[in-house]
């Protein structure tokens, strides 16, 4: 999301190179995070696309939402297991 937001505020940069965060898999349960430049067309253009960047934060926003949901179910279960031990 700060990668996104970093796009959009310098959308009318001349030159500005967005970046785009990018995971690779080298072994099993190996996973390899790095931010990926993308170059500007032109010296006077931004290579941001403001729509691509709106559905990137769309997506990142239902991500952390998801994640947020199953930290709550996992609260409940451990909450119940508590419970039944006691």
């Known amino acids: 999301m700060d990668?996104?937001?970093?796009?959009?505020?310098?959308?009318?940069?001349?030159?500005?190179?967005?970046?785009?965060?990018?995971?690779t898999s080298q072994n099993p349960g190996?996973?390899?995070?790095?931010?990926?430049k993308t170059e500007?067309?032109?010296?006077?253009?931004?290579?941001?696309d403001l729509a691509e960047e709106a559905v990137q934060q769309i997506i990142s926003e239902k991500d952390f939402a998801a994640n947020a949901a199953v930290i709550k179910?996992?609260?409940?279960?451990?909450?119940?297991?508590?419970n039944l031990v006691v």
Do not use: C, W, Y
Request: cysteine-free; proline content about 9%.
């Open 40 to 48: 500007a067309p032109t010296p006077d253009l931004s290579a941001t």
């Open 3 to 23: 990668i996104s937001a970093h796009n959009v505020a310098n959308v009318n940069t001349p030159g500005f190179a967005k970046s785009r965060p990018v995971q």
């Open 30 to 36: 190996t996973e390899i995070s790095a931010i990926q």
């Open 73 to 82: 179910t996992q609260d409940k279960m451990l909450g119940e297991v508590v």
